[in-house]
DNA sequence: CCACTTTCGGAAAATCTATTCTGGTCGAAA
DNA sequence: TTTCGACCAGAATAGATTTTCCGAAAGTGG
């Protein structure tokens, strides 16, 4: 093995390299790359038990991985990623950061696309708060129980919702519930649908302006005496109305774009909900 | 002497207490506390004995000093500020925190629907506000340009990231940008991309464990000559070795099931930055 | 399938760190 | 000036932590 002659000398420096050399190392070794790339901080301040203990290889390896790049030892490399956490909390102090984030947010300048960023983890974050608050234990609990009731799912969503219905139908796949993702390929909605009985379920999601598709999926389901479960900006909307129950989601808007992110959350949450109940009741027996 | 009944628990609080007791101490204790106050930075991450040599005092009166406000030793005040550092600057905050949050889940008997909502809603936004320090004004704005340069982009995500593909390629649709889903309907995902061109872009997101179709589909695209732009959770991960530019964004994982928070709103953060762009320099001409 | 090299795990050894303890200094009060 | 008590420097100690080392395991090439 031939050690870098000079080791890097910068904790950014030592990522480049490491993303240079990645190919070439061996198995644990790649192993202990991918820990200190990921989680740079924890390299930066625990002690080699403990952050082996996390990546899952031996201290005596790390010790190793260190030397490959050209240090005396792992705490040679260790310092370069202190010294690389000082300088970077001291260069932009805590009200530096507040002031550029608050002027980011009230939109004045347009800001590139970094302040955008920002923008947005600040939208979705909102809307995510505002979820547990819209979204109570009664509704939630009801909306499991309408799950794990039905026969099959059928999950239909479309444009902008598109996304939340693709997960949910994944998901619930995954935890072994018979699912239809009714993804209107080719125009074939309405045969999609068309099987949709008494004892099945249809988890429509839509928001304004509403699909069309949508609107006539929930009336149809509703037509066969299936139960139908809206995801919805509304409690009156189109789809809301008719359903057996319906959840309200309010995203925020940024710059007339809608987040996705409260969906997306009560969507998985739901998912896990009926996953662990499921298990519960079936062990019971 | 009477040492505070409870520490302080957190920097700030330590600050406060130190600057109310200032007058009271004696004059070896007065020059740590001056120094505490002036490098809390240097207090959080180096040892004992550095600290002592910097600030010209013995390392024993620098424990004499933590036991003066009542911690059991030096290392508990330590502990402060280097919690302080984390949460403020860096992330390891973020996954202590995380780790915290699931271990405290995990050992509780499941709980019902409505508090797995509230789970998912702090781990969405713990992966929310990572988001904005793994992805920084560099890396945005070249994903920006990347976007913008490309004649045709084409969206690439299976399983778990579906959605958020799904959800990249509509939108970018609907700012009118040239846009190939590559949902692989049928099979025919090489098909898909066999048009793509030197001037073209692939995104490809995935997470662990990587698809085969995403990295089969990056290495498709490199042999072209195309530009990779790459979404996942590690920077040697197979997709993002090849590309041409990656992001980094770690989701929170809770109960097995990771988030998607933060894909999702780094993805519409780069449709809006992109959007923003385009006119900006469209009304230029 | 076998020799040879590389890599790895685990425990022992060396180094370093935090804390305690002791003897002594300084200053104030009597 | 003497006495008392607080305070401190530095050595000593107890405890971790890092690093080294070596046999075993896993690859590699012939």
Redesign the interface.
Same mark, same amino acid.
């Given at each position: 093995m031939s050690p870098t002659p000079t080791p890097p000398q910068t904790a950014e420096e030592l990522?480049a390299a490491?993303?240079d050399r990645?190919?070439g190392l061996s198995k644990r070794l790649?192993q202990i790359?991918?820990y200190v790339?990921?989680?740079p901080?924890?390299v930066?301040?625990e002690t080699l038990a403990v952050i082996a203990e996390r990546s899952g290889v031996q201290p005596s390896a790390i010790v190793r991985f260190a030397k490959s790049f050209g240090y005396e030892g792992a705490t040679q490399m260790q310092r370069l990623f202190?010294d690389g956490?000082?300088s970077?909390?001291?260069s932009?102090g805590?009200s530096e950061r507040v002031r550029q984030f608050t002027q980011s947010v009230n939109g004045r300048a347009?800001g590139?696309?970094?302040e955008?960023?920002?923008?947005?983890?600040e939208g979705?974050?909102l809307a995510?708060?505002n979820?547990?608050e819209t979204?109570?234990?009664k509704e939630?609990?009801a909306?499991?129980k309408l799950i794990s009731k039905a026969e099959t799912v059928y999950v239909a969503g479309f444009? =902008?919702s &598109?996304?939340?219905a *693709?997960?949910l139908a994944?998901?619930l796949h995954q935890v072994d519930k018979r699912t239809v993702f009714v993804d209107g390929?080719g125009g074939f909605i309405r045969q999609q649908v068309h099987a949709i009985g008494r004892d099945d379920l249809l988890i429509a999601i839509s928001y304004q302006p509403y699909a069309e598709e949508s609107v006539q999926m929930v009336a149809e389901a509703v037509a066969r005496g299936a139960k139908v479960l809206s995801i919805s900006d509304s409690l009156v909307s189109p789809v809301a109305k008719p359903a057996t129950l319906a959840l309200q989601v309010k995203e925020t808007e940024? =710059?007339k &774009?809608r987040?996705? *992110?409260a969906s997306?959350?009560?969507a998985?949450?739901?998912?896990?909900?009926y996953a662990?109940?499921a298990t519960?009741t079936a062990s019971k027996r």
């Open positions: 990522r490491i993303l990645y190919e790649q790359a991918r790339l990921d989680e901080n924890a930066a301040l202190r956490l000082l970077g909390a001291a932009v805590y347009a590139g696309p970094a955008m960023l920002a923008e947005f983890v979705n974050t995510l708060r979820l547990s979204v109570g234990r939630m609990t909306a499991v444009r =902008r &598109f996304p939340v *693709s997960y994944y998901s390929v940024i =710059r &774009f987040t996705l *992110s997306m959350c009560l998985q949450a739901l998912v896990i909900a662990f109940e519960a």
